[in-house]
Every structure is written in structure tokens, then in C-alpha cells.
């Protein structure tokens, strides 16, 4: 959540409500203050903020230079002992401060072996197989002249072959890998050295580095967002690689350093970076940034993650916190492991089995020579002494035991292994060449990584449900709406249309009979490929571009509402009016008030400009009450042209309902039954819907509830949930507008 009066990363001030006056800042000083300081609490936020850190005292104290020169035992080098905090030092010299405490490099490696291990991993791999350790002991046993009358190269040369043949399939593997990961440790990464950028390979980015990055470029490691080419600091990113999820997110810079995108201000730029050590929480970040004297807060909403995409967004600056194997991305790898697939499994118990059947025939053998030796054996001495070490008995017995061990091991099926490992490496090529997974927007075709796993794909152990957007294509058309109980559109969408064609093959799936697909030529944004199916003006269908043209006060008012309260950018590209969003939902809203009249022109750190039928109007946005899935709505306060104050709320029906002022207005109950009759019907045909609601603010009511929205929003412990209940003290007495379906 932002509160605009005072956003996220707004400076602590000292005992008595009065910021810490400026100084003259160095980065000599920030060494020294952090170096010298050991268990002194200092009086800024990262004092209280200390606390929160894994490995800090309980009484809070700042243990900033003895936590930060502890490093853990792996991660890339570094001395020993368990990395409990974490300080990265920023500006121009300060590649020796960092350096002093080890940080591990950019380079990755997803490779299971290097040239001195893979021979020993790979024969602890392949032993692993019980065919191949039965193999082994049988050659060992053939080495007995005593127990033995076959050649042993008789049993090493088919063990050698398989071996050489699973290894070789193993290192080609392994290769692709070992390619793969110089590819990515080859990226190309622009480093601020001296005041330009040099670039440099991901590999040799290290921490404290500042790094540009532009538009669809991977993120090369986890970095606090310092500033960006669009308003406020913010940028949009894809977090696929490490969540799956295809929505954009949005990032934000400090306010402090929102305003660093030029060389010569980054060159300049001081400051110290103090944080949590290297974690797999990809949902968390607690750290702050001290410069000028002052500490700000950061937060995850201003760290962007090794494994990112950079979207919508035309360049961003960042310093590096943590590289390589520290980055959280690597952090939850699990490294390479030797996986077993249901068909090794299989194999092995059956190779078991029959070990364990040829172990009963092997001791029969032996029974029976014990049993005639016994009886009868002694007789042929004359003819066939017995000698050391069969010189009884038993010790004969037990000698027939591994001789039949030898003689019978073609029960066991080595080549069985050989067939398996030629199978799958025929395979993985198939999916190579395979032009149906062929990717001809991006490029790109399939790759097997692993030929270990190939009879994997396709097998269902477990089925997990989640919403759409992420399971499809993910692409939103607005359809229809509701607009103070009137429901407007008549397009049919294709979970209908299935519907009705698998009622009545027969039927017709067109839109009713006095419906139009709508225009808005005199619009000057309206897109050509906007799809609407309204009813005919002055038809008996509901026509929502005859409401517009009559200036309807609830249509205009709808669209408006929609063209506020969203996070969209928006950018004039090639003539065109172009939407930054961080969802798909946003976008077909706000392209939605577009296209009817009510057009996004753009946003500033405080202010909203919207052009509604052509009129230009400027809204100020003091607060956002940002969405999430405890809340299940957004809301946003503005200020209007005519200086009043108004509350904009978005969400799920469930909660905005609940939310409305029913006693004050006597009409909302038959309103809110109308309503939902129309979201139940849009439910049917496979419909998205937003339910919307606004509510107009006494002065005197925003004033004091700003104060502690504010407190809240600078909180050190419990921020969130201290938001969000400030935040329903504001969300109540709603007045329902209507509902959205896309």
C-alpha cells in the first residue's frame, strides 16, 4: 500500500518529532560510522530494524560490522561461519569495502559434474542401479579360481560398455548444461564505471555494483531499485521463473533516489545498504538504505529478483545486493540432484526380484551339493579328493553357492539398462527436432535438457486448480457491464457458445437480433479492434453508446471511475495511446474507458489527467490502497476538478456489498439484487467481474484519518496490517455504481 503524503522509504526522524538536520556526507564516513559503531544503537531506523534480522540480538542493537564480515561456509567463497546480516556499501571507491567481506561472484552453475568429479559421481550414480552392482560383485567373484571357471572379462567387458554408454550419455547431458550456464554467465550486464557504463558479462558483476537495464532483459541479480525512466520510479516486471506468474508486478524506487537517471548523478550517488542475509523468501525483504544522514526503509516492492523480465518499462537503475548463488532465485535450487523416474524404480525392482529369485535358486544349488556330498560325495574321493578350501561338506556347499551365482547371472537383464538409456537419448532428440513445440513468435524450440527423464512428461500424479489467467492464454476483452442496475452488452462468449452447442448442435450462437458491434468515430483514441457488441440505439435492447451520446451521468461517471483507480502507465507511441499494466484485468478496464470516451493520459507522482468526452481533467491522487488477497479490492482517494473528495473502490462482489450504505440510501438494497442477478448471469458465460463503488469524503474526516493513515504507512513492525486496518476505517458507506465483466 502508498500513501502519497508519506510513501514507503519516507526518513525516520530523531527523538522529538525534528528530522536530523543535513551534513556533508562521504563515503569515508559511512565506512567509518559502520566500522566503528559495534553495539552502539543508533537513532535511525535501521536500529529498530535490526531486530527483525535474522541473527540479531534481542535487545535490537546495531551488530552491523560483526554480523557483515560473517559469511556462510558455501554460497561462493567467503570466510567461514554463518552470514547473519548483510551491509553493501555504494558509491565511488567502494569496491575494497565490499571486497573485505567476500561476497560471492555472479557466476552460476547448474552442472552436476566438472572434469575431477564426474567419473566418481557418475559411477556412485550408476552403481545406485541394482543390475550394475550385482554386475560388479559378480566380476569380483569371478576373480576366485576356486569358485569361478569363466574368464572374468566375460562379465567386465558388457559392464564396461553399459557404463560407458550411460556415462557418455550422462556427460553429453551435462555438457548441454555446462553450455547453457555460459550462455548465462555471458550476458551482457552495463556496470556504472567512472561516470559511463561499460559492459561487462553477468559473470563479473559483483556486489555494489550500480547496473542499467532496459526493456525485456533479464535481471542479472538481485538488486534494489534505485530509479527508472517512468514517473515515480516505478517499472513492471514478469516474475514467470520464479512464481510462474505471467502478470506484470510492479516495482518502485525510493523517493530519494527516484531522481537518480543521469550518469552524473548515479556517479555521485553514496550510500550504505544494510540488510538480511541471503534467504529463499521471495516474498519478503527487510533492509534499509542510509545516505544524507537519514535512513530509509526498503522493502520488496523496491527489489528486483535475479530471474525477472524487465517489461513495459524503457530502463532502470539498480545497485546489486546479492549475486550468484546468494540471489534468492538460487537460493531455492536445490542444485542437481540424481533424480529416479518411475521406470527406474520399476527396473530396479524387478532386477531385485530377479536377484532375489536367483538367490533362491543359488542356495537349492547349494543345498543339494551339501546334501550329496554329504551322502554320496565321499565315495568319488578316489577320483575327485576334496581339497582346500573345499575340504567338507558345507565348505563345498557354500563354494556351489557362488559358482551357481556365476553361472546363472544371465538371468539378470544388464542389457535391459543398455536398450533403456539408448531409448531416452533417441528420444530427447526427438523432442529436439519436434516442429509442434516450436516456439515461431519467440524462437524458440524444445529443448531436453535431461534425457533422464523424458518418460516423465505427460505422467499426472497430481492435478493443481488455479485461476485462469494462468492456466490460458491470459488475454481480457472487456465484454459487458452493469451500470446502476442496467446491464449493458450482448456479445456471446465461447464458454456460452460450448454451452450451447453442446445443448443443441444446432443452435444459434450469434448475438441477439438488434445488436451492433460498437463505434465511436468521433472518439480520437477509439481502437479499430475494439470489441463491444452493444444494442442498437433507440432498439429494444439495452444501447450503452446511446447512454454516452446522451451524456448519461451514471455511463460517464462509469467510465471515469474506471479511468482512476488502476496502476496503468500510459505512453503516446506512434500516434497511439498506449497501456503499461500490471495485469491484463487493469488493461481491458482502462482500454475499456478508452474506448468509450473516458481516456488514461497519464499519471504524475500526485495527479491524474483523464480526458473525458474530449475534456481535459486533471484529478489529484493523495492515497492508493493497494490490492491484495486478504483485502480482495483497491481503492484510491482523489481530489476532483471541483475540489471535493472522493473514494474510488474496486473488488470481488462479496466484500464491496458488504461495504455499502444501505441505510442511507433506501434504493441500494433492490440496486445490490439487480447487480447480482447481472453478476450471476455473467458468471455463467465465464466472466471475470469487478464490482464498483465510490464514496464522497468530508474534508474534515480525510484530515484526520491522513494522520493516521501516515503513522500507519512509517510503521517499523506490523505495517502491513496496520495499513489495511487503517484502511477500512475509510472504506465504508460505498455507493454501488455497478459491475465490470471481462
Not at 134 to 151: G, H, K
Not at 161 to 181: C, E, M, N, Q, W
Request: one cysteine or more; proline letters at 4%.
Amino acid at each position: 500500500m502508498r500513501n502519497k503524503a508519506a510513501p514507503v522509504g519516507q526518513p525516520v526522524g530523531t527523538a522529538g518529532g525534528k528530522s536530523a538536520p543535513p551534513r556533508e556526507f562521504t563515503m569515508t564516513d559511512v565506512i567509518q560510522s559502520y566500522m566503528t559503531q559495534k553495539g552502539e544503537r543508533r537513532n535511525t531506523l535501521w536500529g529498530r530494524l535490526t531486530s527483525l534480522l535474522p541473527g540479531s540480538g534481542s535487545d535490537g542493537r546495531d551488530n552491523g560490522a560483526r554480523a557483515s564480515v560473517k559469511r556462510r561456509g558455501s554460497g561462493g567463497g567467503g570466510g567461514a561461519g554463518e552470514e547473519e546480516q548483510r551491509v553493501v556499501y555504494v558509491g565511488p571507491q567502494c569496491d575494497e569495502a565490499n571486497g573485505q567481506f567476500q561476497y560471492a561472484g555472479n557466476k552460476i552453475s547448474t552442472a552436476k559434474f566438472t572434469v575431477l568429479t564426474f567419473l566418481p559421481k557418475n559411477l556412485f550414480s550408476q552403481f545406485r542401479r541394482v543390475a550394475n552392482f550385482y554386475f560388479l560383485l559378480l566380476m569380483v567373484l569371478q576373480l576366485v579360481p576356486a569358485i569361478s571357471a569363466l574368464n572374468p572379462l566375460t562379465t567386465a567387458i558388457p559392464l564396461v560398455v553399459v557404463l560407458g554408454i550411460t556415462a557418455a550419455k550422462d556427460g553429453f547431458d551435462d555438457y548441454k548444461r555446462h553450455k547453457s550456464d555460459r550462455v548465462v554467465n555471458g550476458r551482457p550486464a552495463y556496470v556504472l564505471r567512472g561516470n559511463e557504463f561499460t559492459s561487462i558479462a553477468w559473470q563479473d558483476v559483483v556486489v555494489g555494483d550500480i547496473v542499467r537495464m532496459t526493456d525485456h532483459e533479464f535481471v542479472a541479480a538481485d538488486v534494489l531499485l534505485l530509479a527508472t525512466s517512468e514517473p515515480d520510479g516505478l517499472c513492471y516486471i514478469e516474475t514467470a521463473e520464479l512464481d510462474g506468474e505471467t502478470n506484470l508486478k510492479l516495482r518502485q524506487a525510493l523517493p530519494v533516489t527516484a531522481s537518480l537517471n543521469q550518469k552524473p548523478d548515479l556517479a555521485a550517488f553514496r550510500g550504505c545498504v544494510r540488510c538480511e542475509a541471503p534467504n529463499n523468501n521471495l516474498a519478503t525483504f527487510v533492509g534499509a538504505l542510509d545516505t544524507g544522514g537519514r535512513c530509509y526503509a526498503v522493502e520488496n516492492e523496491a527489489i528486483l529478483l535475479r530471474g525477472c523480465v524487465l517489461r513495459n518499462t524503457s530502463r532502470i537503475y539498480g545497485v546489486v545486493l546479492f549475486a550468484g548463488h546468494d540471489t534468492k532465485l538460487m537460493q531455492n535450487s536445490q542444485g542437481a540432484r540424481f533424480k529416479r523416474t518411475s521406470i527406474d524404480v520399476l527396473m530396479n525392482t524387478l532386477v531385485l526380484s530377479i536377484c532375489c529369485f536367483l538367490v533362491f535358486l543359488c542356495v537349492i544349488a547349494a543345498i543339494c551339493a551339501f546334501v550329496w556330498e554329504t551322502n554320496i560325495g565321499h565315495d568319488f574321493q578316489a577320483y575327485l579328493p576334496w581339497s582346500s578350501p573345499g575340504d567338507s561338506p558345507a565348505a563345498i556347499g557354500a563354494l556351489q553357492f557362488l559358482t551357481s551365482l556365476i553361472l546363472l547371472n544371465t538371468l539378470v537383464p544388464i542389457s535391459l539398462y543398455v536398450s533403456v538409456e539408448v531409448i531416452r537419448l533417441g528420444q530427447s532428440f526427438l523432442i529436439d527436432w519436434d516442429e509442434k513445440m516450436y516456439d515461431e513468435a519467440s524462437d524458440t524450440p524444445a529443448n531436453a535438457r535431461t534425457t533422464t527423464l523424458n518418460e516423465e512428461l505427460g505422467q499426472i500424479e497430481y492435478i493443481f486448480s488455479d485461476k485462469t489467467g494462468t492456466l490460458t492464454q491470459n488475454i481480457m476483452t472487456f465484454c459487458k457491464c452493469s451500470i446502476r442496475g442496467v446491464s449493458y452488452g450482448e456479445g456471446v462468449t465461447e464458454a456460452m457458445a460450448s454451452v450451447m452447442k453442446a445443448q443443441d448442435p444446432h443452435a444459434n450462437v450469434a448475438p441477439r437480433e438488434g445488436s451492433h458491434r460498437y463505434t465511436n468515430p468521433g472518439n480520437e483514441f477509439f481502437s479499430p479492434d475494439f470489441e463491444f457488441v452493444d444494442g442498437q440505439p433507440g432498439g429494444p435492447l439495452p444501447s450503452l453508446g446511446a447512454a454516452l451520446d446522451k451524456k448519461d451521468p451514471a455511463a460517464v461517471e462509469f467510465f471515469v471511475f474506471l479511468a482512476l483507480c488502476h496502476t496503468v502507465l500510459a505512453k503516446q507511441e506512434d500516434g497511439q495511446l498506449v497501456f503499461k499494466a500490471q495485469s491484463p484485468d487493469e488493461a481491458a478496464l482502462v482500454d475499456a474507458a478508452k474506448n468509450f470516451g473516458c481516456a488514461f493520459r497519464g499519471r504524475t507522482q500526485n495527479s491524474l489527467t483523464v480526458s473525458v468526452q474530449g475534456e481535459l481533467r486533471t484529478y489529484s491522487l493523495l492515497n492508493i490502497l493497494d490490492f491484495n488477497s486478504t483485502r480482495k479490492r483497491m481503492s484510491i482517494i482523489v481530489r476532483c476538478p471541483d475540489g471535493s473528495l472522493k473514494l474510488l473502490c474496486k473488488g470481488a462482489d462479496s466484500i464491496v456489498f458488504a461495504l455499502l450504505d444501505a441505510a442511507g440510501d433506501p434504493a441500494t438494497a433492490e440496486l445490490v439484487e439487480v447487480t447480482s442477478a447481472h453478476l450471476g448471469s455473467f458468471a455463467c458465460e465465464g466472466l471475470r467481474t469487478l464490482v464498483l463503488a465510490e464514496r464522497v469524503i468530508p474534508q474534515a474526516e480525510y484530515d484526520a484519518w491522513a494522520v493516521r493513515f501516515e503513522a500507519a504507512s512509517t510503521a517499523l513492525e506490523g505495517r502491513a496490517e496496520k495499513v489495511m486496518e487503517v484502511s477500512e476505517e475509510i472504506e465504508v458507506r460505498l455507493r454501488l455504481l455497478g459491475a465490470t465483466a471481462i
